[in-house]
């Protein structure tokens, strides 16, 4: 058995920021696993640039802004082990992996940091009709098959739902040579950022259907076509409105799930709406010693929030490894008006520190004020022109108006329009 | 003339309103940083864009290395960008930051490596 101070779990951007900060942090002993051949995590795949405006000041490319942290972990003695799957984790924190070299890893952790990231929702949790002809996938294996490994899946494409990555995918298909034919999204308005609408849609006269879906795939063996139809208020197909696109290819950018089996299977306590563990300001789960951060956690729209995430987990992490359990008095943080989720879902009032709430709105909002609530009393109202479900927002607690609260304080995030 | 625009210069996506005549900007408002302005300029007078695309490797980890142009170039030469891109193959190993195409379609601009391989 191998003894670390820290296990993190991942090696992408969170897994690597929360490292690099608990070394800083004083830890000694700090190992990442990584399921992938290198660090990184799915950055390395995401080749356009956007990347690190808030925290490096300048844009970078996806595998860009990974080569920094990956440059800064190789000049530490953080031991990195690629190529290995994490198999389970226990509630005594003994964490169990598996790679070719070493074969069976039992490791014995004072704290753990989850990174494992996200997935894409698949074909599977949608209510396609139609045969499994080839062609229809996700957009970031689309993204990974060009990107990474050098050829098109395609060359007329249609994309189902409007995320960051389908927008993304839809430029690069077009760049190469393909002909995107249109862009679906189920709701009434996008889930992707809108300078992604601009530039990846707009830029190529790329339509952009919204309250439309896809309701059935035509082809037997190779993807020959797609029906879509307009949706109504409850989001059901309009038959009327049933029209033929022809297409090879159908992306498909419906969402992210937060990978959390491993978190699970300690029994941690998951939020039903984030699909992430439940935290604290520290990101630190109902289970002492383990942390979730980034898109674990929650799904980011931008890396750099994922970053500066990770490493309150990272400082959480060498908290608990070098001074052991605080005292804790929390309270939770209440959704209110327009509020779909806060992350962290609870506070510990004896924080010495600001503490920053990160939360999404359900639907889109103009010229409303965001208002912080506690115990009743208006602590902030800021105006926003615009909230958009696709864009995060956050909002600051003071140390000083924490100090003044008890266990029976409440915390409410609300919109007002 | 007045146009409403959605600047890209950050994932802010502010809502900027610009005052124009042929290419003579007037003013511009709405925009909360001056990458905003810049751009709004930009986008009125000569649009510009960065693109990232790959290049092909001879012996490298992976078949492709992803690149991008150091700075923006005109919209309209993105699809000829693209041509040049995709004419190309260098042999490994490619550093992260090195010139691919040095000075492409004589915009002044090259195209980098943004990756290792």
Redesign the interface.
Known sequence: MLNYDLVVVGGGPAGMAAALKAKECGVKDIVILERAETLGGILEQCIHSGFGLTYFKEELSGPEYAARFIDLVEKTDIAVKCDTMVLDIDENNLVTAVNKKDGLLKIQAKAIVLAMGCRERPRGALEISGTRASGIMTAGTAQKYVNLDGYMPGKKVVILGSGDIGLIMARRMTLEGAEVKVVCELMPFSGGLTRNIVQCLNDYNIPLRLSTTVVETHGKDRLEGVTIAQVDEHLQPIESTKEYIECDTLMLSVGLIPENELTKNVGIAIDRVTNGASVDEMRQTDHPGVFACGNVLHVHDLVDFVTMEAQLAGEGAADYILNGAKETVYVPTTTGNGVRYIVPQRVNIKNPNDVKLYFRVGRIFKNAKVVLEIDGNVISSKKKIKLAPGEMEDVVIPASVLAGMTENSTITVRVEE | MKRDL???A????C?ITVEYEGTEVYSVTGNTCKRGEEYARTEIVNPT??????V?VNGGV???V???TSAPIP?TM??DC?REI?AVTVDAPVK?GQVIIPDVLGTGVNIVA???D
């Open positions: 959605i600047c890209v950050c994932p802010r996506g809502m864009r960065n693109i990232a695309s790959t092909k992976h078949p492709v992803p690149v991008k919209k993105i699809f693209m995709n992260l943004t990756n290792n």
